[in-house]
């Protein structure tokens, strides 16, 4: 059974950090991309932030470009969201995706609140 655990997620004030962490286990076969998504109240769930293992090539949402920095532990399965100068718009359920070459994962996503 494929289990994707997030963790890191909480509350801090404008121009603070959080570092998220997704951990899979019971993955079968070859890892194509892990990603981080986040889903505001009201808005459709939307991509943040791409690690492909072509390359070792990383993709970021323009509203986070320069902020975050997403990396992995390919030993562990596991993908990380470094967060910086977090903003109240970045205020969101933060989740983790990872697709294979036959399916994807989601992760039970982590809460992100940025407010003063």
């Known amino acids: 059974q494929v289990q994707l655990v997030e963790s890191g997620g909480g509350s801090v004030q404008p121009g603070g950090s959080l570092r998220l962490s997704c951990g899979g286990s019971?993955?079968?076969?070859?890892?194509?991309?892990m990603d981080w998504y986040r889903q505001a109240p009201g808005l459709e769930r939307e991509l943040v932030a791409r690690?492909?293992?072509?390359?070792?090539?990383?993709y970021y949402a323009n509203a986070v470009k320069g902020r975050f920095t997403i990396s992995r532990d390919s030993s562990k399965n596991t993908v990380y969201l470094q967060m910086n100068s977090l903003k109240p718009e970045d205020t969101a359920v933060y989740y983790c995706?990872?697709?294979?070459?036959?399916?994807?994962?989601w992760g039970q996503g982590t809460q992100v609140t940025v407010s003063s």
């Open positions: 995706k990872v697709q294979t070459r036959s399916a994807y994962y």
């Open positions: 019971g993955i079968i076969g070859s890892i194509d991309t």
């Open positions: 690690f492909s293992r072509i390359g070792a090539s990383t």
